[in-house]
């Protein structure tokens, strides 16, 4: 029995129809990374090369950057994230794993510093903090006037304590309590650093060259207080310093730059591994139009 293929006939446009489609759409999709390179004829630019990509290259690297620093990477989406009760929960579980590996520790706080930092490190940081805290306070105390206190509750007592009460019409009070203050001032500016520094220094060693079991020993009742101190202060360092950051590290800027320094093979493979799936069904989408299209013109 013989088969007549002219009876097929009707199928060659949609067929037809499909496989331009097919084509049309995979040439297209090839010209958004292909040419690499502008190609010239007889110094002519032909049109289309380089790819769409490549020729746009910054462009589309500056958007991304701007997306990305604008609505993904911002303050608002950070803090959310970084002040979320999820984190949170995470901080208060990396102190309690750290209080449980640590709390039998011979390990001092100067050691770990050392092997964290090494010893000379260790120590310029530990003698910096020092320093910073004994300016902190010699500041403050001298700001504070401590010369007129100590100076009103030395008259004060001396008047309890002895005939000088009686006296006090036959003395200037005032001119004493004025003179003792002076004194004491001076005394604070000239000897408190020294003393303060002293007092400080000692203290810090003290608590360097504690143990970490020995730490866990005294405090550890103060462990629920220890993790709120800790929480509020993270929060206060996010809270007073995330904008400042984002801004110092230009996220923007960043994406920008690093997708500018991708080669574009490299920038290729990342986009077709992100959307390939996507791509691919564009070109299977435009060989089914193209097969609906040739059905179409048979039927009209």
């Known amino acids: 029995m013989n088969f007549d293929i002219s009876k097929l006939s009707f199928l060659v446009g949609p067929i037809v129809g499909a496989i331009i489609g097919l084509i049309t759409n ?18 002519w630019t032909l049109p289309f090369t380089p790819g769409i990509i490549p020729k746009e290259k910054e462009r589309i ?27 949170d929960q995470k901080i208060m579980d990396l102190v309690d794993r750290t209080v449980e590996n640590y709390k039998d520790s011979p390990l001092t706080l100067r050691q770990i510093s050392a092997n964290a930092l090494t010893e000379e490190r260790s120590e310029k940081l530990f003698d910096k903090s020092c320093d910073s805290l004994t300016t902190m306070i010699y500041t403050k105390a001298v700001d504070m006037n401590i010369g007129a206190s100590v100076a009103e509750i030395a008259m004060a007592e001396v008047q309890k304590r002895s005939m000088l009460g009686s006296l006090a019409f036959l003395i200037n009070l005032d001119s004493m309590k004025l003179k003792l203050a002076t004194m004491v001032n001076e005394i604070v500016a000239s000897e408190g650093r020294g003393m303060i520094a002293g007092a400080i220094t000692s203290e810090a060693n003290d608590i360097m060259d504690t143990t970490l079991a020995q730490i866990n020993t ?20 996010v809270k007073n310093n995330l904008a400042r950051a984002l801004n110092a590290i230009g996220i923007a ?10 080669d574009m093979l490299e920038l290729e493979h990342i986009i077709l591994g992100i959307v390939k799936k996507e791509l691919d069904a564009i070109v299977w989408l435009g060989g089914l139009l193209g097969l609906i299209m040739g059905f179409v013109m048979i039927l009209f």
């Open 61 to 87: 690297s500056k958007a991304c950057g701007s997306v990305v620093g604008e609505f993904l990477i911002n303050e608002e989406v950070m803090s959310d994230c970084l002040l979320s009760e999820e984190m």
């Open 26 to 43: 995979g040439v297209a999709i090839r010209m958004l990374f292909r040419p690499l390179h502008p190609v010239k004829v007889f110094g």
């Open 253 to 262: 800027t960043l994406v920008e730059d690093r997708i500018n320094s991708f």
């Open 218 to 237: 005294r405090y550890n009742h103060h462990l629920p207080k220890i993790r709120e101190v800790i929480l509020e202060a993270y929060h206060d360092v």
